[in-house]
């Protein structure tokens, strides 16, 4: 019935946005209830996946690329780059709880869990850095 209209340009942004991956440090938050002993009252630190917030970073390099032409190219680097980005998250994501429990032999469930919901905050901020960096490396390299 309605046809999705096909975007041709990127949208435009400025690059000034990318200074909100400042936010991102609010993830040191969750380590409050470990400091001052409020682990009965504060349930686990859900403050860590503030971590995600270091992705506005992207914000950067998304504005440095406003108003691109969406070609095919575009659309296969953009594809690339999500994929690198992902692939390196989920190994982050898989290193450190294999590491944790096994190496570091991590028992306590409130640390544990404390110690994955951080990473895979701070991994889901990396891969949506790491989608619009590699986009704009893939996008200028001559």
Known sequence: MFKKKKRTHTRKISPKLGI???????????????????????????????????????????????????????????????????RISLCIIIIVAIFSMSIFQIMDPYTMSSILIATIGFSFGLSIFLQQFLLYRFENED
């Open 20 to 86: 909100m991956g400042l936010l991102g440090f609010m993830g040191f938050l969750g380590f409050i209830p470990d400091i001052y002993d409020l682990k009965d009252i504060l349930p686990v630190p859900t403050f860590f996946i503030f971590f995600a917030f270091f992705g506005f970073f992207g914000f950067y390099y998304e504005g440095k690329m406003s108003d691109t032409l969406i070609d095919e190219r575009f659309e296969s680097n953009a594809y690339r780059a999500s994929a690198i980005g992902n």
